[in-house]
């Protein structure tokens, strides 16, 4: 049945809020015993309550995806079945005017982070000998491109092509790396943007002519994180309105 994750231990980065946090709700929700992971401890507690609250179970931990070290502590106790690789930050300055610290912080967070946990993930299921899922959150921009967001595409088309990679290679230990690529979701941080004239313009251009919800990416989570996916492999699941079949 899709959604039943009774019995599984999950893993979701980047989980203090925003889609993090929705994801981590959404898995306890449907049964998982969630690990909710980012820089600080502290600014996850109020999610774990609100989990733990409603009934289910979770626990936070402090992790830096960009820092072996921290990576390697998430993952040294038992393997968990499915992990989240959601952590990432973005730049909106242009190209042409991009600061090399600036690069660095996206691709170290977006793709190296994603893979320093995927990696870590995928020894500790191997060595369990049960499989897994990972599921990497990407972007329609790792597909089609916007401007001012040149290192936040590149990381997450990268992260795509990442996704397929490991797939290929871990299909045989039963471990599936699938990717979801999310269009525009709205959240408390760009309701100001969507409210404003070239926002909506922006929506009009959506062929939904609307913004997504959180809501809306939980069937492909669950999808991809239950048994219900279990032939699905190398997919990238666009969840997006119908963004990316607009006209040019």
């Avoid at 231990?9 to 449907?30: C, D, I, P, R, Y």
């Avoid at 995806?65 to 921290?70: E, K, L, N, R």
Wanted: proline residues 3%; charged residues 20%.
């Amino acid at each position: 049945m899709i959604g039943d994750l009774s019995g599984k231990t999950a893993l979701v980065t980047g989980a203090s809020g925003g889609l993090g946090a929705h994801f981590a709700q959404t898995l306890a929700k449907a049964g998982a015993s969630v690990t909710l992971a980012a820089r600080r401890r502290d600014a996850l507690e109020e999610q774990v309550d609100e989990i733990i609250g409603s009934g289910g179970r979770a626990n936070a931990a402090a992790l830096d995806v960009t820092d072996p070290t921290s990576v390697a502590a998430v993952f040294s106790n038992d393997p968990f079945d499915i992990v989240v690789n959601n952590a990432g930050v973005q730049t909106t300055t242009p190209a042409i005017a991009l600061e090399t610290v600036e690069w660095d912080k996206v691709l170290d967070t977006n793709l190296k982070g994603a893979f320093l946990v995927a990696q870590a993930a995928a020894k500790a299921m191997k060595e369990a000998e049960r499989g897994g899922s990972i599921v990497n959150i990407a972007s329609i921009l790792g597909i089609r491109v916007a401007g001012a967001l040149m290192p936040y595409a590149v990381s997450k088309a990268g992260l795509i092509q990442m996704t397929r990679s490991m797939a290929l290679e871990w299909a045989r230990y039963a471990i599936r790396v699938n990717a979801i690529c999310p269009g525009y979701i709205e959240t408390p941080l760009n309701a100001d943007f969507f409210g404003s004239e070239p926002g909506q313009a922006l929506i009009r251009r959506i062929p939904q002519r609307r913004l997504g919800q959180e809501s809306d990416l939980d069937g492909a989570l669950l999808l991809l994180a239950s048994d219900a996916g279990r032939y699905m492999t190398g997919s990238d699941i666009v969840v997006d309105g119908g963004h990316l079949v607009s006209s040019l």
